[in-house]
């Protein structure tokens, strides 16, 4: 049974394409290369003129509506940048879109979409994930002639997210060993997927979800598109709830295989990406490359060995607020930050006795927080510290048990520290 996407409809997608997506630069990432032996790439759809990839599904669908759907106009739901997609091929095309945003959705892109769409668009916000917000988006389209644009489950969205695989496959030529993707509904990994098989069966096909938004690999394992009973909204640019029906039927039988990484070694991954590579990623955007970095460190299969391996880049649509966030997850991660309840005892110079005889020299304290209670003989603090290495850990947990105060060691994933911190 032939899908819903094939080689060609990539190819005319692409064609359409020409004037309004930019062919982005591949980048090599010298430290990815020396960690796996390989020629590591990334495939910078950050530089797009939305800063993502989806500006290429969201126009060559939208090219191809009659001139009666365009003047009934558009509806979209989308976290952030199918959106921006949909806003410049409204502005392009002379579309009016009304375009439905989860509220959690980052300033930044909030703003980008309103500048990119101007007077074409209209924003609403939903409270509730991307799937509660498409629900509102369909209910929009119900009585009326404007067409829904799908971020990811449409032949025309899927065809012209495929046509970055044409393109590196023209930057590359037959060194292109293996694609890393990543993936949310589904719309990028199945138009490449469905362009590679026909004209690159040879390369290798791998897409990366967030642990906390892995609808594709639950269908995989399920043998059908199901509900994740919960999204981790972090990953906001690929957390979706259920995979999408044309995505996973191309991805069930063209990709190779779809890999699962934690939010946090994302974060870590978006640190090393800004600080040794240059590069503002979203945590979407990072997927890839975390990818690559685990399976170097042996935490994946090895998926990099010969030729070159490009990771796609997805987005750049990044919120600097968020990096206190992104640096607190990376912490957590690595296992260098920690937190604690410690009951002080109310006296002068007990604070300094937790310093002198618990903190040591790698040890630094970046939370604290205490209430005093002039009625009770102690008072608990929330203390937060980062701890050098691992090493530094296991010396610093051996000193708390030595030590006379009551110190009990909060879980991660508390909901007292989630309420705290």
């Known amino acids: 049974m032939p899908h819903s996407v094939s080689g060609v409809d990539v190819d005319e997608a692409a064609e359409r394409l020409a004037h309004v997506a930019r062919v982005t630069p591949l980048q090599e990432i010298e430290r990815l290369s020396e960690a796996t032996g390989a020629r590591i790439y990334v495939k910078r759809e950050d530089l797009q003129p939305v800063r993502s990839f989806k500006l290429r599904g969201a126009y060559n669908a939208m090219a191809q509506l009659s001139d009666s759907e365009r003047q009934a106009g558009v509806v979209c739901a989308s976290a952030g940048n ?164 044309y995505t996973y039927e191309i991805v069930r039988d063209l990709v190779d295989e779809v890999v699962v990484v934690p939010e946090g070694a994302v974060c870590t991954e978006m640190l090393d990406l800004y600080h040794l590579d240059g590069i503002i990623a979203e945590p979407a955007g990072a997927l890839a490359t975390t990818a690559i970095s685990m399976s170097a460190a042996g935490l994946l299969s090895n998926f990099t060995q010969g030729g070159v391996t490009v990771g796609i880049l997805s987005g750049g649509n990044n919120d600097l607020t968020r990096y206190n966030e992104v640096q607190e997850r990376s912490q957590v991660y690595r296992n260098l930050r920690h937190y604690f309840l410690v009951s002080f005892p109310q006296r002068p110079g007990a604070l300094r006795e937790f310093l002198d005889d618990v903190l040591g020299p790698e040890d630094d304290i970046l939370y604290f927080e205490y209430t005093k209670r002039n009625n009770r003989e102690t008072g608990p603090a929330l203390v937060g510290i980062d701890t050098g290495s691992e090493n530094s850990l296991v010396e610093l947990r051996a000193r708390m048990t030595q030590s006379d105060l009551n110190i009990q060691e909060l879980d991660a994933d508390s909901e007292l520290l989630r309420f705290m911190v």
């Open 82 to 245: 199918h959106a921006q997609g949909v806003a410049m091929a409204c502005a392009r095309l002379g579309i009016h879109g009304t375009i439905f945003l989860p509220s959690s959705t980052p300033r930044q892109k909030r703003q980008r979409i309103a500048t990119i769409g101007g007077s074409w668009i209209t924003m609403r916000f939903v409270d509730g994930t991307f799937d509660e917000t498409q629900a509102v988006a369909l209910e929009e389209t119900k009585g009326s002639w404007k067409t829904y644009i799908h971020p990811y489950d449409d032949p025309a969205v899927i065809a012209g997210q495929g046509s970055v695989a044409k393109e590196i496959s023209e930057q590359l030529g037959d060194a292109l060993s293996t694609v890393v993707i990543p993936v949310g509904g589904g719309g990028l990994i199945a138009g490449m997927a469905a362009w590679l098989h026909e004209n690159r069966p040879d390369v290798r096909i791998i897409g990366v979800e967030s642990s906390g938004a892995a609808s594709t690999r639950a269908a995989l394992e399920a043998g059908t598109a199901i509900d994740l009973p919960r999204v981790d909204m972090f990953v906001d640019g690929t957390a979706v709830g259920r995979a999408g029906r």
